[in-house]
């Protein structure tokens, strides 16, 4: 099962170092990992997804919560948080092509953040399924290259 846990850290050199090391040091994998400053510039907020059982998850907060310079730790739930990722893909065109990929961008509320003679630069954010089926839809004109930024989260209440 997937969980996405948050955690806001004192914002100094090495964190990450001991984040990483400890999902490593245990075997535990990462799906995605997002850090970046919050609006607190001493505080920086990691959003980790990663995958396990309940006893998984239990063992990585209790062991994120004893590395030094963690603030908090939150486990999401399904439906306490909202979630988005970012997404930047490259799409081949010609002149066949290029007005359906621009229409299935509109439809999707996607934007067109390059423009070149043979492709279409398209950033496009939205929850995981959204990006999914963005990406799966844009396969058969030939994704040239993308990168994703990963989940960023934060809670309803």
């Known amino acids: 099962m997937r969980h996405t846990i948050s955690v806001l850290v ?3 050199f090495g964190v990450l ?3 990483a090391g400890l999902f490593s040091g245990r075997g535990y994998n990462i799906d995605s990992l997002n850090v970046a400053p919050t609006h607190d510039a001493t505080a920086s907020r990691m959003t980790i997804v990663t995958r396990g059982d309940d006893t998984t998850l ?3 907060v209790k062991q994120l919560q004893k590395l030094p310079d ?4 939150r486990d999401f739930r399904e439906g306490e948080y909202v979630d988005r ?3 930047l893909v490259k799409v081949k065109v010609d002149s066949t092509t290029r007005a359906e990929v621009m229409q299935i961008t509109d439809i999707f509320r996607a934007k067109i953040v390059d423009v070149q003679p043979k492709s279409l630069t398209i950033e496009v954010t939205g929850d ?11 396969e058969p004109f030939g994704i040239l290259d993308l990168t994703r930024t990963g989940r960023v989260a934060m809670p309803r209440s």
């Open 58 to 60: 239990e063992q990585i």
């Open 17 to 19: 170092t001991r984040v």
């Open 70 to 73: 963690v603030i908090e730790v």
């Open 10 to 12: 004192e914002n100094r």
């Open 85 to 87: 990722e970012l997404v």
């Open 128 to 138: 995981e399924n959204k990006v999914e089926k963005f990406i799966e839809l844009m």
